[in-house]
């Protein structure tokens, strides 16, 4: 486990079965294709910071709550190829588009990250 996309990501609470409906399919496909691990986590002791939190990063508005989740990949070249095909894949074309999905993706959160410390 070398490599990570990691993901923050502002959802109406009033949206949460629907975004937890679209990532238990993102999932299943990430996984299908390769990914070692997909994981979604949902804010439960996360405060607004003086200068800069969870909740400021996104932009959180009332009525939100922010989600933190990751994918995990052997490399960053495994996660290229991965990601390749699960963006062609028609199951998941639906959460391509920024109209249909559960959440503000404008102010979604994310980037590739390099193995640091395990312990």
Same mark, same amino acid.
Do not use: C
């Given at each position: 486990?070398?490599?990570?996309?990691?993901?923050?990501?502002?959802?109406?609470?009033?949206?949460?079965?629907?975004?937890?409906?679209?990532?238990?399919?993102?999932?299943?496909?990430?996984?299908?294709?390769?990914?070692?691990? %997909? $994981?979604?986590?949902?804010?439960? &002791?996360?405060k607004?910071? @003086?200068?800069?939190?969870? *909740? #400021?990063?996104?932009?959180?508005?009332?009525?939100?709550?922010?989600?933190?989740?990751?994918i995990? %990949? $052997?490399s960053?070249?495994?996660? &290229?190829?991965?990601?390749a @095909?699960?963006?062609?894949? *028609? #199951?998941l074309a639906?959460?391509?588009?920024?109209?249909?999905?559960?959440?503000?993706?404008?102010?979604?959160?994310?980037?590739?990250?390099?193995?640091l410390?395990?312990?």
């Amino acid at each position: 486990m070398s490599y990570v996309d990691g993901f923050v990501v502002p959802v109406p609470r009033k949206n949460l079965a629907a975004y937890r409906r679209m990532a238990q399919k993102a999932g299943k496909v990430w996984k299908e294709y390769g990914a070692l691990e %997909y $994981k979604e986590w949902v804010s439960d &002791d996360v405060k607004v910071g @003086k200068i800069t939190s969870f *909740p #400021r990063s996104v932009k959180l508005k009332p009525g939100e709550t922010v989600v933190f989740s990751w994918i995990v %990949y $052997k490399s960053r070249a495994h996660r &290229d190829r991965v990601n390749a @095909k699960v963006m062609k894949d *028609p #199951r998941l074309a639906d959460m391509m588009d920024p109209k249909s999905t559960p959440f503000d993706g404008k102010r979604l959160i994310y980037g590739g990250f390099k193995k640091l410390v395990f312990v």
